[in-house]
């Protein structure tokens, strides 16, 4: 068994509009959701989310997003910055995940809309319909999803293999506080 968490980076700045996309930076709400979904992955019945790898994309509000929730672990799993991550499209996704080593049981890909969103929906055959539904509808700033899959090579990895077991927005955990 594998799985895959998507870490969707929290809502950026819009304060420069001619800034370059890539080196936009978290919004006063995207830190704030950082530190909700820290607090919320420190606290989680399992803990912070066991994974062997995490991949980043390089973009500057992708990577501070991972900062925000770095905390959440004791000592942070491996992390490897890629820039084929920034805006990619979900194939592209698909592809990097399928050439993980086997050793790899659990990643997580930090990264952008609205790439995560098609790659969960198109990965995620089964799960929690509230969930599935939710997906269906939006993938907001900030969230976090995770899919089992029923697999022990990642070059097996197929569209529709997967069940969603975790959508958790930054929204929601404050308006359960």
């Not at 607090?39 to 995490?54: Q, S």
């Not at 994309?57 to 501070?64: F, G, L, P, Q, V």
């Not at 399928?98 to 995560?116: C, E, Y």
Request: proline residues 6%; charged residues 25%; glycine residues 8%.
């Amino acid at each position: 068994m594998k799985r895959l968490y998507l870490l969707r980076h929290a809502k950026s700045s819009w304060d420069e509009p001619d800034m370059d996309d890539h080196e936009r930076p978290l919004a006063s709400r995207g830190q704030r959701a950082g530190a909700t979904m820290a607090k919320y992955m420190a606290e989680r019945k399992d803990g912070p989310p066991a994974v062997d790898l995490i991949l980043c994309s390089t973009a500057r509000r992708a990577r501070e997003t991972l900062d925000a929730v770095a905390g959440a672990w004791k000592i942070l799993p491996p992390v490897e910055y890629e820039r084929g991550l920034y805006l990619c499209g979900e194939q592209a996704l698909f592809d990097r995940l399928r050439a993980l080593p086997d050793q790899v049981g659990a990643v997580m890909l930090v990264g952008h809309n609205p790439d995560f969103a098609h790659l969960a929906l198109r990965l995620s055959a089964t799960g929690d319909m509230v969930d599935m539904h939710a997906l269906e509808e939006k993938f907001p700033t900030g969230t976090l999803v995770a899919i089992n899959l029923p697999l022990d090579r990642w070059g097996d990895l197929a569209w529709r293999s997967g069940e969603l077991v975790e959508f958790v927005t930054p929204r929601s955990l404050e308006m359960g506080a």
